[in-house]
């Protein structure tokens, strides 16, 4: 993809958020968008906001963890533009607390919206791009898709390590089909995130402890910076795409462990390891 300009691009979870930023970030280059989401007031909000730039959109209500609603979001989408060159797997929410507590549903409700969410999408909208050797996936992880930054939400870095591995296997297997893949991992950006949170597992008076600290606020980011972040990733076919740079640091301090665990493996192996995988980015 040379430049957004009459592309269509599809963003899940796309009313709120970093949806909407990536939404507006890419309508302002020219591209027509179609957004998926539950929020039916700020679907409406964010279609104006893009018709006010002067480019086209369609909002659906779709809840991504249903098969037939984002089959049917697609089928609505190709009704209107015809054909989808950029898919956004954006949609998702969060699950707080003691690992060893969180009941089963908060589980499985992460892991369908999370995860499944993304292998709904790519589904439903990857076969066309394949069968015409050209298109691009953003999948949005977090950088809790490779750092496990808090011991308070467990079933949501468990769902974003699950979404960088399946983005990393996709872009492996989509290459040589000509169809792109990005794994978006951000660090704390300003959204609505917390409205759909569920807390499982904790008591309610200790409801306040478990949520963001406000000095970790400090370092949030615009759902818009995002936005533009994503389309310039996108045009460059970045693989991972991070936000904030202080992550990068810690993510390198907390790499440590495994390189010290893998130094000791190397270091008992008797042959010297064969090193035939490439980097994916
Ligand atoms: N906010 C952050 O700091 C942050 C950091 C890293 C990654 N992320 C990820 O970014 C993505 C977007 O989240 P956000 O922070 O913009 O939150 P947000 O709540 O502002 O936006 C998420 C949108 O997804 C929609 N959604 C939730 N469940 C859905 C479903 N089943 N079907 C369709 N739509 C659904 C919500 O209605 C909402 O509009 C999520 O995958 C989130 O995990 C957020």
Redesign the pocket.
Known sequence: MKSFENQVAVV??????????IALALAGRGAHVAL????EA?LAETVAAIEALGGKALGLR?????DA?VEGFRDATLARFGRVDLLCN?????VLGPCERVEMADWQWIL???VL?LVRGVRAFVPAMVERGAGHVVN?????GIWAYSWDAGP?IT??FA?YGYSEVLARSLRPHGVGVSV?????????????ARFSGVPAERRAEWLYFPEEMRD?IA?EAVGEIVAEAVLKKQFAIFTHAHDAERFRTWRLDIERSLDDVIAASPKPPRLDRPPVG
């Open positions: 899940t979870g796309g009313a709120s958020g970093i949806g909407r930023g998926a989401d539950l929020h700020r779709c809840d991504v963890t249903s609603e954006n949609a998702g929410v969060s369908d919206v999370n969410g949005t992880a977090s950088v809790a949501y769902s974003k979404a978006l991992c951000p660090g704390l950006v300003s959204t609505n995130l917390g409205e759909t949030a759902p």
